[in-house]
């Protein structure tokens, strides 16, 4: 499977942003898919994650009621909705695919993007 992510960029605080990620290589509809984040001398974490037919969906505390992740079985495409973001969210975010359930694990996940630099300004 390859999962190629854009969307990223920098923002204000406050502001809202989605991130996409094109999968190409597998049957999609069978995976689950999610989004980790990555920042500076940090370990990466969990964001968000939809189950294969997009009906169950998981997010972190830290981002409870301002991101959500879903999915476009027919495009092949994950997204990653953010609103009222905060510089607390400065990161590289990475979309990834398991099969299988849902996980919050990072080690749980088989495929990776490559990542995009979220920034998020004061």
């Known amino acids: 499977v390859q999962l190629q992510a854009s969307g990223g960029g920098l923002v204000q605080a406050g502001a809202s942003l989605r991130l996409s990620c094109q999968a190409s290589?597998?049957?999609?509809?069978?995976?689950?898919v999610g989004w980790f984040r990555q920042a500076p001398g940090k370990a990466r974490e969990f964001v968000s994650a939809?189950?294969?037919?997009?009906?169950?969906?998981y997010r972190a505390s830290s981002v409870q009621g301002r991101f959500t992740a879903s999915r476009d079985n027919a495009q092949n495409t994950i997204y990653l909705q953010m609103n009222s973001l905060e510089p607390e969210d400065t990161a590289v975010y990475y979309c990834?695919?398991?099969?299988?359930?849902?996980?919050?694990?990072?080690?749980?996940?088989?495929?990776w993007g490559q990542g995009t630099q979220v920034t998020v300004s004061s």
């Open positions: 990834t695919a398991k099969t299988g359930l849902v996980s919050t694990r990072v080690d749980a996940y088989d495929y």
């Open positions: 290589g597998h049957t999609f509809s069978s995976l689950a």
């Open positions: 939809v189950s294969g037919s997009g009906v169950a969906t």
